[in-house]
């Protein structure tokens, strides 16, 4: 569907379509399920027809006013004294209406960082991550995620075949994490497979108790011996945060910028290997896979609807009326198909699009993230010149949840190829390798959930 159609009747799964779909409550629409996920444009226009914002369900038994129109997004995001962040605001929570179980909670709940802080606890936070993310040379991330591409392909370049969400995308993202935090072999390892197994919906109780374990873990080491990563400097950081508040800085950035890249990455290529303006062309041209994230991130961004805000009074949004501690979240999606911005948001800059958020909440990572994605998608399309989707796109399923925008899988085909050798100007490397020494490697063995960042430091420094 267009994102600018206009369907008379409600889509599929809507109360007022005649069938609640699996969960809606009476005139609140149910932003989960199947229908959603297969067609959430349908889902926000009919939204519209309410006004600029409207009643959702993000799960069975949790309630949201959802903002689809783009000037309201902005009214929401950028007035810090109307609208808040400290989830220990909502409402219904404090009352008790929100299920103790709910899968939505863990993005809701109030944690100690900057993503769910106000005023100058915000503040100093947010200046310590900003602080400490700008120290980040993106020349050398941009080796390390050539690396980190280069490795994951090898792991199937010879079979012709891949998942290249699953075996490729999602790995990409969490291995230049690691490298950003400065882990170490098994550190590394268990973050890796924790944040896997959080994302596949696998013992998540564990995997959050081995997360947070591992971050502890990391910060003590680096409170020993820090290094040239970001957890050291937001460890010497003026800003002085405790060990509490390091973990949970660490947690929100390796949860914003591993599934949200994850899923930019996946997108994009979906995009690039199934719409003929792209897949006619040069896969690798530079300015083609920015061209095509620039547009997943208007029209399909990763993370479509979040951006939790709370009243803190009663208050009317565009002549929307709001409560004391209303869930208020922010369509993302919606904001950036809005009618009203017409053929004209085409032209606009490329960061006038909401998907990294606005005001004081903006995302703090969107140039390392966009870094990442962009040599991610050319490294890959490089080095399988011949990759092609493995089913017609209209035949890809997406992930069912309220907040992100996620394929299920992205499976590809392609004439193999020969793996490559680690590179030899790696900043890692220790010492330079002779002329003599150029003999093909021993290859390292494919690695286990459990291993990846370890078997991808011995493969680099091979």
Known sequence: MHPHSHPQTPPP???????????????????HGPEFAADPQAFYEYLRKQGPAGDVELAPGVRATLVTEYAAALKVLQNTDLFARDSRRWRALNEGEVPADSPVLPMLAYRPNCLFSDGADHMRLRQAVTDSL???????LGRHVEHVSTYLANQ???????????????????????????????????????????????????????????LLNLVALKRRRPDADVTSWLMQHHAGLTDEEMVHQLVTLLGGGSEPVQNLIANSLQLLLSDERYSGGQHGAGLLVEDAINEVLWNSPPLANYAAHYPTRDVELSGVP?????????????????????????????????????????????????LIAITAIEKLLNHLPDVELAVPAEQLTWRQGAFQRALESLPARFAPVRPERAPLNSPWAAGVRSAAAEAPPEPVAKPAKTSWWSTFLSWRRQ
């Not at 799964?13 to 932003?31: E, N, R």
């Not at 911005?341 to 990294?356: E, I, N």
């Open 13 to 31: 799964g809507c109360p007022a379509h005649g069938a609640d779909g699996g969960g809606g409550d009476g005139g609140v629409i149910p932003l």
């Open 134 to 140: 700008a120290r980040v040379d993106s020349h050398r």
């Open 156 to 214: 199937f370049c010879d079979r012709g075949s891949a998942d290249l969400l699953a075996e490729y995308a999602k790995l990409v993202s969490l291995l230049v994490f690691n490298e950003l935090f400065g882990c170490p072999a098994e550190i590394g390892d268990r973050l890796v497979s924790a944040m896997s197994d959080l994302y596949d919906g696998v013992n998540a109780e564990q995997a959050n108790a081995q997360l947070t374990q591992s």
């Open 322 to 370: 709001l409560r004391t501690g209303d869930l208020v979240m922010v369509s993302f999606a919606a904001a950036n198909t809005d009618p009203a911005l017409s053929a004209s948001r085409y032209t606009f800059s490329k960061r006038a699009h909401l998907a990294w958020g606005a005001g004081p909440h903006a995302c703090p990572a969107k140039d390392p993230a966009q």
